[in-house]
């Protein structure tokens, strides 16, 4: 098993151009998350997904920002018209079910300049 | 929502010696409690957690401890190695199971060899 697979591992953005981060869970694991982490800082929550569907997107700002996860493929976090604000380390997880401890990707560094 | 506060924000301990964790969280309803290990441009690893309907769990030179009355948890590290170095963190989740997890803001541990 490869465990949680995320890519790029780093992204350098200009301001205004469009941000995609890719996740593939662990084979098996149909429950994703998407954290942020700004350098010094704590996990932030910002969405839960299943296939196909969304379940909670409260930490996900309303603006620019949207995730999707769908039948065929990876996970994906787009970031519109990324400002320096965006520059954090974006980790994904993945879990079996909703009891079971989650497994972290190595997380996508992005960097907007 | 739920806040989770963590104490201390550093913590240096000498090989060998014990080393202690603390965080407090607001939302009684909160039910799972795990621990994650970063170590630096890492992911977060768990390392073990606990659900409110226990009071400790161990696994080996780990253990974590649960008062729900106080609303506080605390995550105890012996026979500390150079390994053990990292930033720990705590989170708590008030959903049913671990869809939305709130972090603390970390704990940075060195072992002074």
């Known amino acids: 098993n490869a465990g949680v697979m995320q890519n790029p591992r780093h992204l350098v953005r200009r301001r205004g151009q469009e941000a995609r981060l890719r996740c593939s869970p662990m084979?098996?694991?149909?429950?994703v998350y998407w954290y942020r982490q700004l350098p010094e800082e704590g996990l932030k929550f910002m969405v839960y997904?299943?296939?196909?569907?969304?379940?909670?997107e409260s930490g996900m700002p309303k603006e620019r920002f949207s995730a999707e996860f769908p039948k065929e493929g990876p996970s994906i976090l787009r970031i519109q018209q990324v400002v320096r604000g965006d520059s954090a380390a974006y980790f994904c997880a993945s879990s079996p079910n909703r009891d079971t401890g989650y497994t972290f990707g190595s997380g996508t560094r992005l960097t907007v300049v | 929502g739920e806040n989770v506060e963590q104490h201390p924000s550093t913590l240096s301990v000498q090989e060998g010696d014990s080393a202690v964790i603390k965080c407090t969280y607001s939302?009684?309803?909160?039910?799972?409690f795990p621990w994650y290990k970063q170590e630096l441009g890492k992911r977060p690893q768990l390392i073990i957690d606990?659900?409110?309907?226990?009071g400790e769990k161990k696994d080996q030179r780990i253990a974590v401890t649960l008062n729900k009355t106080a609303k506080h948890f605390s995550l105890h590290i012996t026979e500390t190695q150079p390994e053990d170095s990292a930033v720990y963190f705590c989170a708590a989740s008030s959903d049913f199971g671990n869809e939305k997890l709130t972090f603390g803001t970390g704990t940075r541990l060195t072992i002074i060899p």
């Open positions: 997904l299943q296939k196909e569907n969304i379940i909670d």
């Open positions: 939302d009684s309803a909160s039910n799972y």
């Open positions: 606990i659900r409110s309907n226990v």
């Open positions: 084979k098996g694991h149909s429950h």
